[in-house]
T-cell receptor, first 115, second 116 residues
Framework: AQKITQTQPGMFVQEKEAVTLDCTYD???????LFWYKQPSSGEMIFLIY??????QNATEGRYSLNFQKARKSANLVISASQLGDSAMYFC????????????FGQGTELSVKP | DAGVIQSPRHEVTEMGQEVTLRCKPI?????LFWYRQTMMRGLELLIY????????DSGMPEDRFSAKMPNASFSTLKIQPSEPRDSAVYFC??????????????FGPGTRLTVT
């Protein structure tokens, strides 16, 4: 079974609008962490935001926020005020319990920002 | 901070040849990860080290792959002999292991390997 599911292979958003990228996860471990990474066309992986399973509040980092709905096992990334430079692949990832640093990645969502 | 450094950035080699990929983690980080990215399989963890010790190598495809971390500032991933299906982008990442887990992992720029 897929541990991390990103159901949107591709998304379009108009510049300056907000966009939500979906991510659902599957784990029976009560302790886990959820991550979002950005991969622009240049290929590097850029860490965006982290949410721990015990965190009470949704994580935010600048224009990025994580809509964490624990009961639904979803960890959607919200990008506010989209910019052209936000066009990239976005990956959701999970670290389970005491797995050290092992991350399991979803298949990614390609976001295109239109001017 | 220089970030994670990987070399070479691009490698083209012929089937059967030995390939060595190199990684220098961020200074002060004590965890190091090797990932492989392909269109078919996405991003997958090959192996990771904590304090220079291999912790989980279950993602290493087969015996042709080996990884070492002789010290805190250097790691290698070796493929011998290489095969066309090894063609992929190989990422190295590092992080700070605290308590039981690593939080952020910072990725290097990757090595694009092509085996002909």
């Amino acid at each position: 079974a897929q541990k991390i599911t990103q159901t949107q292979p591709g998304m379009f958003v108009q510049e300056k609008e907000a966009v939500t990228l979906d991510c659902t996860y599957d784990t029976s471990d009560p302790s886990y962490g959820l991550f979002w990474y950005k991969q622009p066309s240049s290929g590097e992986m850029i860490f965006l935001i982290y949410q721990g399973s015990y965190d009470q509040q949704n994580a935010t980092e600048g224009r990025y926020s994580l809509n964490f709905q624990k009961a639904r096992k979803s960890a959607n990334l919200v990008i506010s005020a989209s910019q052209l430079g936000d066009s990239a692949m976005y990956f959701c990832a999970m670290r389970e319990g005491n797995q050290g640093g092992k991350l399991i990645f979803g298949q990614g969502t390609e976001l295109s920002v239109k001017p | 901070d220089a970030g994670v450094i990987q070399s070479p950035r691009h490698e083209v080699t012929e089937m059967g040849q030995e390939v060595t990929l190199r990684c220098k983690p961020i200074s002060g980080h004590n965890s190091l990860f090797w990932y492989r990215q392909t269109m078919m399989r996405g991003l997958e963890l090959l192996i990771y080290f904590n304090n220079n010790v291999p912790i989980d190598d279950s993602g290493m495809p087969e015996d042709r792959f080996s990884a070492k971390m002789p010290n805190a500032s250097f790691s290698t991933l070796k493929i011998q002999p290489s095969e066309p299906r090894d063609s992929a982008v190989y990422f190295c990442a590092s992080g700070l292991y605290q308590g039981t887990s690593v939080f952020e992992q910072y990725f290097g720029p990757g090595t694009r390997l092509t085996v002909t």
